[in-house]
């Protein structure tokens, strides 16, 4: 089945540093790719998902770019804000069920 | 905007009893999971179901059953509760595509004790 590997545990920013989250993923089919934000008590929620036409998506100042070559969907920010503080979760979808395959979560912690 | 409702939001359970955990979405969508969050292990895949009447097993799904009695409908049923299934569940509901959103509940954290 489908895998995904993210930046594990904590990463720390402070306030205005730039955001780079990893994600890799093993899949035999050529899948989605999508990033989902979590905040303190809250749903997860869809932050941005990848295009078939390989179009860059952009959300909240977030982007990732899909590179099929290194199998990576890494998410990125110019500049951190404070509330962009939440766990992180890079996931993908492919075949004909619809199945959503998590990786283990980043928590991004922005102190001013 | 797309609803998916879960009950109860939070529920302690004993050792060695059943518990329902209930979930109500209002999006139309085909297919409905659950998911168990647990920290270092993110989002892992109980049940899930694309219709009413059917259910399919996820990565995890032992331990678990479920039931979708209707497409609005789908629950998560712990026969026999364990100290291990201390967590927090998510429901969700999709189109049912691979490129669509997943929408989640709120989540119900499980105690068991």
């Known amino acids: 089945g489908d895998s995904v590997t993210q930046t594990e545990g904590l990463v720390t920013l402070t306030e205005g540093l730039p955001v780079m989250l990893n994600c890799t993923y093993q899949?035999?089919?050529?899948?989605?790719l999508f990033w989902y934000v979590q905040h303190l008590n809250e749903a997860p929620k869809l932050l941005l998902k990848?295009?078939?036409?390989?179009k860059r998506p952009e959300h909240q100042g977030f982007h990732a770019t899909l590179h099929k070559s290194s199998s990576s969907f890494h998410l990125q920010k110019s500049s951190a804000q404070l509330s962009d503080s939440a766990l992180y979760y890079c996931a993908c979808s492919g075949g004909s069920n619809a199945k959503l395959t998590f990786g283990k979560g980043t928590k991004l912690s922005v102190k001013s | 905007e797309a609803a998916v409702t879960q009950s109860p939001r939070s529920k302690v359970a004993v050792t060695g009893g059943k518990v329902t955990l209930s979930c109500h979405q209002t999006?139309?969508?085909?297919?409905m999971y659950w998911y168990r969050q647990d920290t270092g292990h993110g989002l892992r895949l109980i049940h899930y179901s694309y219709v009413a009447d059917s259910t399919e097993k996820g990565d995890i799904p032992d331990g678990y059953k479920a039931s979708r009695p209707s497409q609005e409908n789908f629950s998560l049923i712990l026969e026999l509760a364990s100290l291990s299934q201390t967590a927090v569940y998510f429901c969700?509901?999709?189109?049912?595509?691979?490129?669509?959103?997943?929408?989640f509940g709120k989540g119900t954290r499980l105690t068991v004790v």
């Open positions: 990848s295009f078939t036409d390989n």
């Open positions: 969700a509901s999709s189109p049912g595509q691979s490129n669509t959103e997943v929408f």
């Open positions: 999006n139309n969508h085909d297919y």
């Open positions: 899949s035999t089919y050529s899948p989605f």
